[in-house]
């Protein structure tokens, strides 16, 4: 009964591992929670890359046989890296797909951390996809401090996303991505205040149904028995806990420990 | 010439550095940003105390003769702990002093991180200088990203600083401890916020003053001749080079190198 492995920087990859779950409710899960060194989104590349393979190590060291980089910012530097024998999925490339569908001709819009908006992973991966689309991106380091703090429906949450929002408006965006696995916790905030017409795109959900359509293809072995959710963290923080269970409610955890990275 | 070494979580500490170099301008200075496990803030004493310790021995390979912990989180720690040989100057201890010395009847406000609050160190600080004191402690975890993003002067920063300065403004303080390097930036600000009676102390200036006091002594040997300043982050982003030399201006930074901790 080996678990998928899902990590991320902080507690928000757990909107990933929430919408895993959803669709695999048999799988058992393995979350790693880096909260220790967050933030990633505004470190360089090689640190990146360096914490990636670190990460990555120690859930094969629990023997996990399919690893979810829920994080933005380290699935930008997923790309041509030689991590591991075992399948490893990113956020990126199935968030770019979604955003494609939506809108086949229209300017694509990216809210994400610095890191991810540097890396310019978005806007290659839709480019691969229709080498014609458009696109804006907009770095807005502060959302996931905002999360963080619960101020996800606040008048302040409001005014920051209308300042990082004034671009991507201006811009005509048809669909917005969400390319930071913190902000779909503000999505409707990010939805009413762009309305109705453009199509928010939060990659948890098309992530998920890429690891659900690999393990009913058999590229990954499928477990039959209800499996729970243990989390990990590489930092002890009351707060964090309280905020990861918000997030993966309805969903139980089944013990919360530390990791020694 | 051995220097004298400053470390902080991340380029924060270049407010402390800065006022180092106002009263020591003779002495070189070596500074340690800890930009890739940035922020201290939300993380455990026992992550903390771990970080102080390499950081520490970092600047102590480097030959340094003292070493300023300018920040308030690891600072928060340093209380009983065995680390070093060379003498080590936290910044809680002087701004706790020039709060008392300020208001010595009074109530005394805190703004610092999660971190800081939790750690009870200003409290136990300024009870120590007078038992009587009333203290009103504001974790301000947006305040950080909010300087890094550089929008220290924008309407949404003070819309942030009146929500968490409502519960000190309604204590009636006194003085307000600026208890975390970063917010020396925001110091104007939250001066015109609360008004001209109320004292707003940052504990840059009175650290300084406390170094200089044990070089003259004779507790720390003098250098004699002009020091640059040595810069080191455990991380390269640009974002951190431009806004380090924005809060170290005028003072040069002779080289800016990557610590691998």
Redesign the interface.
């Known amino acids: 009964m080996t678990a998928i492995g899902v990590f991320d920087s902080g507690i928000g990859g757990l909107t990933v591992l929430r919408a895993l779950k959803q669709v695999l409710p048999e799988e058992p899960f393995i979350y790693l929670g880096d ?4 933030p990633y989104g ?3 590349p ?2 990146i890359r360096n914490y990636l393979h670190q990460n990555v190590a120690f859930l094969e060291g629990l023997g996990v046989k399919a690893v979810v980089v829920a994080c933005n910012t380290a699935s930008s530097v997923l790309d041509g890296e030689k991590v591991s024998g075992i399948p490893l999925y990113g956020v990126i490339e199935p968030g770019a797909r979604a955003a494609t569908a939506a809108c086949p001709g229209g300017v694509v819009g990216v809210l994400a951390t ?1 890191a991810t908006v540097a890396s310019d992973a978005y806007r290659q991966a839709l480019m691969r996809l229709n080498p014609e689309v458009q696109v804006v991106s907009q770095a807005c ?2 959302l ?3 999360v ?2 619960g101020w996800a429906d606040d ?2 949450t409001e ?2 996303l209308q ?1 990082y929002l004034a671009e991507p408006l201006h811009a005509n965006v048809a669909a917005l991505i969400l390319g930071c696995t913190h902000y779909p916790v503000l999505k409707h905030v990010v939805q009413r205040l762009v309305g109705p017409h453009i199509q928010v795109i939060d990659s948890a959900q098309t992530t998920a149904q890429v690891v659900r359509d690999d393990l009913a293809a058999g590229r990954i072995p499928k477990s039959t028995n209800s499996g729970g959710i243990k989390v990990f963290t ?4 009351p ?2 806990r309280d905020l990861g269970a918000r997030i993966l409610a309805p969903y139980p955890i089944e013990s919360w420990s530390l990791a020694d990275l």
């Open positions: 909260t220790a060194r967050l505004s470190k360089s090689r640190t610095r380091p502060l996931v401090p905002l963080e703090e008048p302040v005014m920051v300042r590489t930092d002890m923080s707060a964090f």
